[in-house]
Every structure is written in structure tokens, then in C-alpha cells.
């Protein structure tokens, strides 16, 4: 901060601009005070045109430019860790200083005389702790002083011991951050790493914001300070204070309870304090921790509070409303209430001075706010509201808990009203996004006009950029307001929103406000999100850069069949990948399963379930229980809302309108009944039945109602009035089972083995479909084409609905079946047996193509599905379960049916059905081949990342492929003992070479184009020609690993023992082959683009480089600490090489020096493959832990990472890197990768011409 004090000459000040000048002098630093003199002119006012006042402005310039500048660079010398550009620490400091600014300002506020024997009784517990004591828990009612106490030990406990004390205070809810456990817990972890080691990273390198990541970090640390540990932090004391444990929101996913990782037994030199208003037995805590923090020397019962706060907080609010009016009262105390974390002074002003009144003054007595009044509001209301910093802002919020209860209760009554000053606070946020609507549309559809690729996008000109403010506050208002399509839009389906979350808070920040939202909302959108953020949570931690990467590999595959929202947020990602400017790895394809589980979402009712039915939003579901009323259930919360009760009979069937409020009860009393779901009244009831009804449904629109029931009678009635339409008595048995198509068309069931097909406009019937067993449910798809019926005798009868013809029985189940409900893709069926398994059939076939095993092992008595196949909901038990119900997540796919285009097989492109086993790419890096376990040999065109073609002709697993130097044919081998010979133009065999008596291991193409070399597992090499697969020369040797130079002279093999052998191809003579060799086994070798040197790395930790020409040994690499698992060299630059290990290290070396140039590390696995650019200039690794990372070989830092989430076998790229195809474990699937804004350039291969005579040869055999 920085004060002008600014002296008018000539003029005599007024003593209260003296005493305030006197005040910041003697408050502020000297450095931080400004003294300068002007003459008086005039009004008092600053003129540039007068030549005294027009010097006094240059130097008031200059002064501030220069005190700033000298401020700013000595803070920097001072404190480079807390002003650096590090994000961890700087969040760790800014969340420490809003909370001691807060227990500053109690401080300054609120005394603590009458509780000194509270503070005294802590002190007691602290300094006399043994090695395993527990917190303590301070446990009182609201206003009972425990915050203050709180304050008190912190400002006092640092005298209480001897050692060195480290403290660590939060007051729950007070920021976002300090909101929910996993993000509190979190930043602890980060402060204690910054108090423990200040010059050290705050995050592990293998660090992961998962609840149980965090954890355990955190009962890391806090061991650290035992006496007995080796990581000496004995010598301090450490006391963490938490006030008001009961506000954090706890987790969906939390491991076992919410609070579990509070300590039962700390070390000596550990002490936690922490608040509560709930007692141990209610707050979420596992039992044994229950039992510990009950004891007495945890437990500590603050008195009752002898003064009614809340009646004193009512009458400051009297007082005020007899000031300022009831209504404006109500409009600014109704603000303050609905916030999460406060609003600032302009965004009050924004809300509660309207622009919509034309003319006239902004008047208390129509309910609004001017400057003038607020300001007084402010000064009167300061026993009520409190200012706190956060986020670069000073907020405004209720002092206490207890004062927004109060006001809550006084202002917010109506939840009308709540709503929607919701979504005023909300619509402050995003106002810019309402006048953009129409403009976004418009460019949206110009977009879509042609194909868009990563590298084709359309930035969106009406992106707003998101600060931290919309990430802490926006979105809890979106979702408190009902407004879950702008929530989506908005937020949690919105790139820019998620990066803005990741980028300036945390994935952990992140994690946690889908949680919070998921505990409201079920959908798929949502959870979509969700999953793939907690499935990336690991990278997202130590990358943040990540995020539009990991989005487009999870949910690219589902982007095209789950909406505009899904579609708009990759093309958003796809776009931010575009305008990224430095170096960055970006997925071209799909190889990730879509994120959802199986299993979404469970609900426990514990009068068990006998029926289901979901709302139309399917956010609540309707369950007939065992015994007793219907009931409401909201589903993400778990929690009972309503039972129905009216029935004085046991409910046998219920119904939900569609798109509408209402649901439908038939019961054993004869009735049926109408329910407002809004108000749960009853709206109808309808007494027509003779005897209990057993199926209802709403037909025409909600305009008619149609019940069977054991009266044998269908009854259609009024649906506004309940009056009787009509009464059809045609079914010989009782009516089981109603249904309604779209063209309204009304289907009933009978036990007298009958379907009727009834006209609903006349009431005539059109058809009748007789089946071989008494009706027992029926159900129809959207598009009326199939009518399942399942009867009595537990079979399944699928007819067309038109003409009622049976199709066919579905069979498979094995049990009785107890509900049937068909999918929305009018492909499948569903049924639920009494065995505790629901059987997925597909109609078409016929066939079952899954069988789901339930959790509760009891009889299915519910099966439905919900909106565009989101959901499928079973019931059985005490349980209702929500499952992931989309065909592309996995729901009723038989993989072995692949689709198939092109015009004839060989051409055809079919993904590969089994792993991958091998791949290589061309030299113009523009196609790559591979090899599966199915037999296939597939092209990809990598600029589109397609597959060109599929070229089926082995009869076993492709062992391995190679592309020809000229990229105009690919070999082949495989099992069946053939290599074949592929035209990539076509994809048509060529020549077949069928010489090997074994399975063939290894496949090269001389750099002619013209000759192979390929070997089996024999250990029998050949030399023939690829177009007509004539064969030229033979040998013996090993042949698990082969390489031949690019001077076509030599071949390099070796069978992974601890020897390489070097033969020449076209001469037979000894003194030109040669063995090398390792103390250990051979891993890895690789061949200079000179051919002039082999580099070999080995189970001995070294890599030694031979001459080819000789096998003589040139120089030996030593430096890393575990065996080499693989090398690369580069094209251009002759010297360097790389190397990658066990020890999970890459080293960059100078060939001709043996000098280790960087060691590079990040990789938290062994390498399993590495890669040098053409020109040298970047390293590309893949490892076990499933990344890729491209590394500066000239500097030796990480340019860009990509996590791939499957183990990484190998992988290949093009000189430039801006493809590379990866090899993936026990995978089917080849991720396309393209790193963008590559640095390095693009280098042709050499081309070597072999001279006539070497080609025409005879055939020989040798041993090598």
C-alpha cells in the first residue's frame, strides 16, 4: 500500500483532513508514504493547464511509477517462494491469510474473559499430551464461544511450549476452499509440507488429490513429528485448530465416513483442536472414532448459552426494518442470506439498485437501495454483517452462523422466493451470456458446415473468460435456483468453466462441487463429467494442462449420441487445444472405454420395495413398499420426501404422467387416486372399480385416465374431472396390464390369455392378439413396432404390434420373471427375475446379450427405464439401483459384431477385435500398420486418424509388421508360418513368402524397397524378394530381435541373452561377422542412420556403443541405476543419444564423450519405450505409468505430457513427432497422438541405393 500525503500551499487544512493524515503516518511504514506539496488554485482542483500544477502531476507520475517499482522488486528479493509465479504455494498463503484475517477481526471484536478456565482446561490437555492422545473436541451451541476459544489457543498456544510451534487454523465454510474435507484436508497437507521443508515442493511428485491419496498424505505428515521419526520434525510442535467440523461438506465417494481422517491418536508433538456443534454420535465419523472422541479427555462440553442470540439478532433486524423498510430489508438481508461465501459491496449494488426504473429517485420506500442508503445500511447493520478478504475481493456476509438461520427463517420462507433470488445472483454472473445467445446460435451453425478437426476448430468470438469468482460462487446459484440446463450450459458442461476450476483452484476444488451437485441432480451429462475428472484426477494433479486431453479421450466416444452439450465442450476443448502456443500433446482418436460404471447410483429404503416408478425428470422415483404407503424418494440425496397416504387398501399399481406433475394409484380399495407432486394433495379420486385395480395408466395427451382392474372392466375417466368416459367390459378374466402408444392407441392385457389393441378416439376395438398363457405384463416401444408380452407360463412373447404377429420368444432367463420394460432405442428388452438378475435381450436376434447380477440378490420387482436410454432403474430387495443404460456405454453390445464399410473384404475397415501385437509407420509419417491377435493387418491414414484399410488373409496372430522404405507395401508375418507381401494403395496381398517352418518373429525391408529379410522362431533367417517372394539367401542365428543397417550390408540379431550378432547380408565370410556382448542380457539395441555404430543396453545398468563394421567397442554409457530397457538415436545429429530405464529415468548422452547431458525425470514407472526426434532436438518417452512425455533434449525439461491410462508397450512417430501411434497393453485400439506446436523439424530419411549385383544373388545357406 502506498499513501499520498498531499500539502496545498497557501491554504490552512481543516482539522479532520490533519488528524487523518496524522493517522496514516503514524500507522504506515515510512517507505510507504508519499509527501508532496502543490500551490493553491482556485476550487482546490488539480488544473494541467496552470504550469506549477502541470509540474506537480509529472512528479506525482514519476514518484508512484518508481515507489512501486522499488516496492515490487524488494518484496520479490525478500519472499521469491510466496511471490513467485508458483500456484501451490501462492494458494497455500492466500487460503492461510484469509483465515488469520479473520481470526484477527473475532479477535479485535470478541473477548473470551468469561471462558478462561475453557482455554485453560485445553492448555492442560495439550502441554500434559502423551505419545497417543487424541484431539480435542470442543462441542457446543451456537453463540456458546467456541470460536473465540478457538482464536484464543491460537494466539496464545505458541507460548504454552517450548519448542518451536507451527499452527495451522480454518474456520470451516469460510472459504471455498475450506468447504468440503478433501479440499481442506488438501491444503493442511500443503501447508505442513511448506512449514516442514520452505524450500522444497509443496505436492509429491506422485502426488493425487483422491480422498484416499490425501488421506493417508495427511497421516503421513503428522507422523512426522513423532519423536521416533527418522524425517526429523521432533524438534517442533504442531497444532492444527478447524472450527465448526459440522459445515464441511463431506464427499459421495469419501472412503468409509467423511471425517475419517481426523486421528484417533496423535503423536506428542501433534495437536488438534477442533469445533463442533453436533456431538461425536452424529457427525460422520467411523465408529471407533466415535467411541475416542466421546472419551473425556477428548470431549469437552461448552455451557449452555444463558443469552437468547437469536431473539437479540431479531431485534437488531426490527430495528433496522423500522429504518430502512421491511421490504428493503427483506430484499438485501434475503441477498446476504442466499450467498455461499458473500458478495461484494459493487455486486450488492448491482442487485439492489435496479436499472429498470426510468426516471425518478432509487427510494427505501419501493424497496431499493442508493449509494447514500447502503452506505448508512453498512454502518447500522455492523453487529450483523462482517467484511472478509478472499479472492482479490472484500465480501460481505452474516457474522455468524446463527444470523443467517435467523434471517432464513424471517426473509426466505417461500422457496419461490429463494429460488429466485438465486438466480438473480446467478444471472449477475452471466449476464454477458443472455445478449449472446442468438449470436452464438448463428456461429455455432456455420461451424457445423464442414467436418472439424483439433486442428480445424472454430473458436467461439462470445467465449467470456471465467474468474475465480464464477468458479467459487456461480455455480452453487444455478443449482439452488433450479436452473439445471444454464447449470450444464454454463458450468459443469462448459470447457472454459472446468479450466478455469482446475487452472486456478485444484481437480481436487473441482471433484468436490460435482460431488456437491450430484448429491442433487441425477444426469448423465453430469456424471459423464464427473467420472472423467475423478478417472483423471492423478494427471489433472501434477498437469493441469491435461484437462482438454483427458476430455477429449474419455468423451469423444460418446460426444455424437449425448447432445449439443457433450459435442459444444470437445470442440471447445478441441479449440483451446488449437490456440495453445507452446508444444502439446493432443489425442486424435478414441481407445478409452466411455467413464460411467455400471453402477451409477444406489438408493436403501428400508421398508423394502415391491414397485418403482421415476418422475419424468427421473430426479425422484415413486416406491410402493412392502407393506404400507407409496413413497417419494429424491434419488442423489437417498432421502424420503413424502408418503402418500389416502389408500385404505394396499397400493397395487402407480403411474407418473408424462410431462406433467401427477401420479396414479390403483389399490386393493377399489379407488384410484390423483396426486399433485408438487403439493402432494390428492387431486382426484375415482371409486368406479368393483374390485381392486391392478393397472392405470394416462392416455390423449393427460386428458383421459385408463385403469383395469380384477373386475375384469377397463374404465376410462376424466382426467381433470374423474368423471366415467366409458366403461368396456370385453375381457373375460381380470385386466393385468394397460399400455398407451403414441398415436394413442390403448393396449390392454387380460389373464384370459388376450392382448387387445383399442382405438382411443371411438373406443373400438382393433385387434385382438391371443397368446398361450394368461397375461401377467406387457410393454410396448416408443415407435409402436414391438409389443412384449409376459405371461404366466415365465415366457416372453414378442409380437409386431400392427399386425400382431409373434416374432419370436426371448429366451435365456432363468428364472421366473417378475418386470419387463423395453429401452428406448426400441432395441432391446429388459426383464427381472426372481433369481436377482436382469436379462438384457436384443429383439432383433432375440438373444440375450447381457445378464446384470444385482447387488441385493432378491427377487427383481422393478425394472424401468428412463429418458433417451439414460438409466435403467431395478428394484429388489430394500435397494433401487440406477444403472448406465447407453448402448455406446457398454450396455447389450456383442463386440464380436463389427462394423463393416467398403466395397469389398479385403478393403474393408474393421477395427482390430483382439489386442494389438505390433505396428510400425512410414518414413513420410503419414500411415502406420499393425498387427492383432484376430488376424488382421489394418492401414491408418494418422493425418485423419482413420483406418484406411483392413487386410484380412493370415489364418494366425500377426507376430510382426514392417512398412517399406518407399511407403508402398507393408510386410507381414504371423503364427501361421507366412509373411505376406501388402499393397497399402489397395490393400491387396502381393506376394505370400512361404519359407518358414515356424512362426514368423521378425520382418525388415531393406532400404532398396525391394528385399526382405524375415526370420521364425526357428532361428532361421531369409533374404527374398517382396514382389514375387523369391528366395535369395538363408541363414542361421538368433531371431527374437532383428535390425539391419540402412547401407543394407549388415543384419543385427539377438535372443535377449547377453550376446548381439552382426552378419553381413550379401557376403559369407567370417571375418565379417562379429559377436558383442554384456555382462547381463542384452534389452534393447538400436542403429545409427550412418551405420556405423550399434548402441546396446542391458540388465547392467549400461549401454555400450559398437562399430558395425568390426564390433569393436566405441564407448560405454554408465549412469543409470537400474537395468536399460530401451535407446534411440537421431537422424541429423550423429552424437546424442537417449536411453530410458527401470529406475524410471530417461538420460540424453553424448555418443562420442560418454557424458550424461540431462537426466530426465517425471516418469513415476519404468520406461518401457523411448524415441528421438529427426533433428535431436525432443525425446519422446512412454512408460509404465501410462503416460507419454515429450522432453527438450537440448535443455532437459518436459515440454508436454499425456495420460494415456493403459500401460504403454511401445510406440511409433513420425521424424517430426506430430504423430505418433502407441502401442498399448493387451489394447485393440492404436491412440493417434499429435503433438502440437512440435519443435522439431521434419526430417527425411536417407536413401540408399543397392547396387544390381546384390539383389540377383543365389541361394545360399549360412550359419551365422
Not at 492448555?123 to 505419545?131: K, L, P, Q, S, V
Not at 510382426?960 to 507381401?981: L, M, Q, R
Request: charged share 20%; glycine share 6%.
Amino acid at each position: 500500500m502506498v499513501t499520498v500525503l498531499r500539502d496545498w500551499v497557501g491554504r490552512e487544512e481543516p482539522q479532520r483532513i490533519k488528524r487523518l493524515k496524522q493517522e496514516a503516518a503514524a500507522k504506515l511504514p515510512e517507505e510507504n508514504l508519499i509527501k508532496l506539496s502543490v500551490q493553491w488554485r482556485g476550487k482546490g482542483t488539480i488544473d494541467p493547464d496552470l504550469s506549477e500544477h502541470d509540474t506537480y502531476l509529472t512528479i506525482f507520475q514519476e514518484t508512484i511509477s518508481a515507489k512501486l517499482q522499488d516496492m515490487i522488486n524488494k518484496s520479490i528479493e525478500e519472499k521469491p517462494e510466496i511471490n513467485a509465479r508458483n500456484k501451490t504455494i501462492q494458494e497455500v498463503f492466500k487460503e492461510a491469510l484469509v483465515h488469520l484475517a479473520m481470526c484477527r477481526q473475532i479477535r479485535d471484536e470478541e473477548r473470551v474473559d468469561d471462558m478462561k478456565n475453557i482455554v485453560q482446561s485445553v492448555r492442560t490437555i495439550m502441554t500434559n499430551a502423551t505419545a497417543r492422545h487424541g484431539p480435542v473436541i470442543l462441542l457446543g451451541g451456537h453463540g456458546s464461544g467456541k470460536t473465540s476459544i478457538l482464536t484464543e489457543i491460537y494466539s496464545e498456544c505458541e507460548s504454552w511450549f517450548g519448542k518451536k510451534v507451527l499452527r495451522v487454523l480454518r474456520f470451516s465454510g469460510l472459504t471455498p476452499r475450506s468447504s468440503y474435507n478433501l479440499e481442506l484436508v488438501r491444503i493442511i497437507c500443503e501447508q505442513l509440507c511448506l512449514l516442514l521443508q520452505p524450500s522444497a515442493h509443496c505436492i509429491p511428485k506422485d502426488a493425487s488429490f483422491d480422498p484416499l491419496y490425501v488421506n493417508n498424505w495427511f497421516q503421513t505428515l503428522v507422523r512426522r513429528f513423532d519423536e521416533d521419526s527418522p524425517e526429523g520434525a521432533e524438534d517442533k510442535t504442531l497444532v492444527i485448530l478447524i472450527d465448526d467440523l459440522h459445515r464441511l461438506n463431506p464427499l459421495d465417494s469419501d472412503i468409509v465416513a467423511a471425517l475419517s481422517w481426523l486421528p484417533i491418536n496423535l503423536p506428542k508433538n501433534v495437536h488438534i483442536v477442533a469445533t463442533t456443534v453436533l456431538p461425536p454420535e452424529v457427525l460422520k465419523l467411523t465408529p471407533v472414532q466415535k467411541e475416542r472422541f466421546r472419551s473425556p479427555e477428548c470431549l469437552i462440553e461448552l455451557p449452555q448459552v444463558q443469552v437468547n442470540i437469536e431473539r437479540n439478532v431479531e431485534e437488531e433486524l426490527d430495528i433496522l426494518e423500522a429504518e430502512f423498510g421491511k421490504e428493503s430489508m427483506s430484499r438485501v438481508c434475503g441477498l446476504l442470506t442466499a450467498t455461499e461465501f458473500g458478495l461484494s459491496e459493487v455486486e450488492m449494488l448491482e442487485l439492489l439498485m435496479p436499472t429498470s426504473i426510468d426516471s425518478g429517485p432509487l427510494l427505501l420506500s419501493n424497496g431499493v437501495f442508493n449509494f447514500a442508503t447502503f452506505c448508512s445500511f453498512r454502518r447500522k447493520s455492523s453487529n450483523l454483517i462482517i467484511e472478509k478478504f478472499m479472492s482479490g475481493r472484500i465480501l460481505l456476509c452474516w457474522k455468524h452462523e446463527l444470523m443467517g438461520k435467523v434471517a432464513r427463517r424471517r426473509y426466505l420462507q417461500s422457496q419461490d422466493v429463494c429460488r429466485g433470488l438465486h438466480a438473480e445472483i446467478a444471472n449477475l454472473f452471466f449476464s454477458e451470456f443472455s445478449d449472446q445467445d442468438v449470436q452464438e446460435e448463428e456461429s455455432d451453425h456455420s461451424a457445423d458446415e464442414e467436418k472439424q478437426t483439433p486442428f480445424q476448430s472454430h473458436l467461439h468470438t462470445t467465449d467470456v473468460t471465467y474468474s475465480l469468482r464464477h468458479v467459487e460462487e456461480s455455480w452453487i446459484h444455478l443449482l439452488k435456483a433450479g436452473d439445471s440446463d444454464r447449470l450444464k450450459q454454463l458450468t459443469f458442461c462448459n470447457f472454459d468453466f472446468l479450466l478455469a476450476a482446475v487452472r486456478t483452484i485444484s481437480v481436487s476444488y473441482l471433484r468436490s462441487i460435482l460431488e456437491h451437485v450430484r448429491c442433487y441432480l441425477l444426469d448423465r451429462d453430469i456424471e459423464l463429467v464427473y467420472y472423467t475428472v475423478r478417472k483423471s484426477s492423478d494427471v489433472l494433479t501434477r498437469d493441469t494442462l491435461q484437462l482438454a486431453a483427458q476430455v477429449i479421450s474419455w468423451l469423444r466416444p460418446v460426444a455424437d449420441t449425448s447432445g449439443e452439450l457433450m459435442s459444444r465442450m470437445i470442440m471447445s476443448a478441441m479449440a483451446w487445444c488449437d490456440g495453445f502456443t507452446d508444444p502439446l500433446l493432443v489425442p486424435l482418436n478414441s481407445w478409452l472405454l466411455p467413464p460411467l460404471p455400471l453402477q451409477i447410483k444406489t438408493i436403501v429404503c428400508s421398508s423394502g420395495v415391491r414397485q418403482i416408478e421415476p418422475t419424468f425428470s427421473a430426479q425422484h422415483v415413486i416406491v410402493i413398499p412392502n407393506s404400507g404407503d407409496p413413497q417419494l424418494w429424491h434419488v442423489m440425496s437417498n432421502s424420503l420426501l413424502h408418503t402418500f397416504k389416502g389408500h385404505s387398501g394396499k397400493v397395487l399399481c402407480l403411474a407418473v404422467a408424462k410431462q406433467s406433475e401427477y401420479l396414479l394409484t390403483g389399490s386393493e380399495d377399489t379407488s384410484i387416486i390423483m396426486w399433485d407432486l408438487k403439493t402432494y394433495e390428492i387431486k382426484l379420486r375415482i371409486y368406479e372399480h368393483i374390485a381392486p385395480v391392478l393397472c392405470v395408466t394416462p392416455a390423449l395427451n393427460n386428458t383421459l385416465l385408463v385403469s383395469g382392474g380384477e373386475d375384469s372392466r377397463i374404465i376410462i375417466s376424466s382426467f381433470t374431472t374423474g368423471e366415467v368416459v366409458v366403461k368396456i367390459d370385453h375381457h373375460r378374466g381380470p385386466v393385468t396390464a394397460i399400455q398407451t402408444t403414441q398415436e394413442d392407441i390403448l393396449i390392454t392385457g387380460s389373464s384370459d390369455k388376450s392382448v387387445c389393441l383399442w382405438e382411443l378416439e371411438t373406443y373400438t376395438l382393433l385387434n385382438t392378439i391371443n397368446v398361450k398363457s394368461p397375461v401377467s405384463m406387457i410393454s410396448i416401444t416408443d415407435d409402436s413396432v414391438f409389443l412384449l408380452v409376459a405371461c404366466e407360463d415365465n415366457q416372453l412373447y414378442l409380437h409386431t404390434l400392427a399386425t400382431g404377429t409373434e416374432i419370436h420368444t426371448l429366451r435365456g432367463h432363468k428364472a421366473k420373471v417378475t418386470s419387463v420394460t423395453l429401452a428406448g432405442d426400441n432395441q432391446r428388452a429388459v426383464a427381472g427375475g426372481a433369481d436377482g438378475r436382469v436379462y438384457v435381450f436384443d429383439m432383433h436376434s432375440g438373444c440375450l446379450v447381457r445378464t446384470m447380477a444385482t447387488s441385493h440378490n432378491a427377487e427383481v420387482t422393478g425394472v424401468k427405464v428412463t429418458n433417451n436410454d439414460d438409466f435403467l432403474i431395478t428394484a429388489g430387495g430394500n435397494r433401487i439401483t440406477f444403472w448406465s443404460f447407453r448402448k455406446e456405454d457398454g450396455i447389450g453390445i456383442d463386440e464380436s459384431i463389427m462394423p463393416v464399410t467398403g466395397k469389398s473384404q479385403s478393403q474393408a475397415q474393421r477395427p482390430h477385435t483382439a489386442p494389438i501385437t505390433c505396428c510400425d509407420i512410414s518414413r513420410d509419417g503419414i500411415t502406420a500398420v499393425t498387427g492383432s491377435m484376430d488376424n488382421l493387418v489394418n492401414v491408418w491414414q494418422l493425418n485423419t486418424h482413420e483406418i484406411h484399410s483392413s487386410m484380412e488373409g493370415h489364418i494366425g496372430t500377426v507376430t510382426c509388421v514392417a512398412i517399406s522404405p518407399n511407403g508402398i507395401f507393408a510386410i507381414s508375418g504371423s503364427e501361421d508360418k507366412t509373411a505376406k507381401v501388402w499393397g497399402l494403395t489397395l490393400g491387396l496381398v502381393v506376394s505370400t513368402f512361404k519359407g518358414h517352418q515356424a512362426t514368423v518373429t521378425a520382418v525388415s525391408v531393406l532400404s532398396d524397397s525391394r528385399r526382405v529379410v524375415s526370420a521364425d522362431r526357428q532361428g532361421v533367417f531369409t533374404v527374398w524378394l517382396a514382389d514375387n517372394a523369391t528366395l535369395l539367401h538363408s541363414a542361421l542365428g538368433p531371431t527374437t530381435y532383428m535390425a539391419i543397417s540402412y547401407d543394407m550390408k549388415y543384419v543385427v540379431s539377438g535372443d535377449g541373452d547377453n550376446n548381439l550378432r552382426i552378419w553381413p547380408i550379401s557376403s559369407h565370410r567370417d571375418e565379417e561377422k562379429f559377436t558383442v556382448s554384456h555382462s547381463e542380457e542384452i534389452t534393447c539395441f538400436v542403429l545409427t542412420t550412418d551405420s556405423l555404430h550399434v548402441i546396446t543396453g542391458s540388465r547392467d545398468m549400461s549401454l555400450k556403443v559398437w562399430q558395425i563394421a568390426g564390433g569393436k567397442l566405441a564407448q560405454v554409457l554408465v549412469g543409470h541405476t537400474d537395468q536399460v530397457t530401451c535407446a534411440a538415436v537421431a537422424i541429423t545429429n550423429k552424437s546424442i543419444v537417449v536411453s530410458g530405464s527401470r529406475d524410471a529415468n530417461v538420460i540424453v548422452w553424448d555418443m562420442e564423450t560418454g557424458d550424461d547431458l540431462h537426466l530426465l525425470q517425471g516418469h513415476l514407472g519404468y520406461v518401457t519405450c523411448v524415441k528421438l526426434a529427426g533433428d535431436g532436438s525432443i525425446a519422446v518417452s512412454g512408460s509404465e505409468d501410462k503416460r507419454i512425455i515429450v522432453w527438450d533434449a537440448k535443455k532437459g525439461v518436459p515440454l508436454s505430457s499425456l495420460q494415456l491410462h493403459l500401460p504403454i508397450l511401445d510406440f511409433v512417430m513420425s521424424t517430426d513427432a506430430t504423430r505418433i501411434g502407441v502401442h498399448l497393453l493387451e489394447s485393440k485400439h492404436l491412440p493417434i497422438i499429435c503433438l502440437h506446436n512440435t519443435p522439431a523439424t521434419f526430417v527425411k530419411m536417407p536413401v540408399y541405393v543397392a547396387p544390381a549385383k546384390e539383389v540377383e544373388g543365389k541361394l545360399v545357406y549360412q550359419n551365422i
